[in-house]
């Protein structure tokens, strides 16, 4: 993940304004019909796709009650210079 990517995706994670949008839709998406086109928006936004995505991992793929702690934990834990 790169270093920008990372900083935009932590910033939209700590400013509800942003986040709270997403993770409600995260909750209320049909994954197997709606989560294609719900990544698909966010298309050149890097790191809105990532926080999408992570949202939604841990909503269906996880036992985590704290979606938006576990995005930030994934992106904190993930090296930020592993791709460059």
């Keep these: ?19 709270l949008p997403l993770l409600f839709t995260a909750y209320s998406i049909d994954p197997e019909t709606q989560e294609a086109d719900w990544l698909a928006a966010s298309l050149g936004d890097e790191a809105e796709m990532l926080v999408k995505r992570l949202l939604v991992e841990g909503f ?19 090296d930020p210079y592993a791709s460059e």
Aim: glycine fraction near 0%; include cysteine; aromatic fraction near 8%.
């Design 60 to 78: 269906y793929r996880t036992r985590e009650t704290d979606l938006i702690a576990y995005a930030r934990r994934c992106i904190l834990e993930e």
């Design 1 to 19: 993940m790169k270093v920008d990517i990372r900083e935009k995706a932590l910033r939209i994670l700590h400013d509800p304004s942003r986040y």
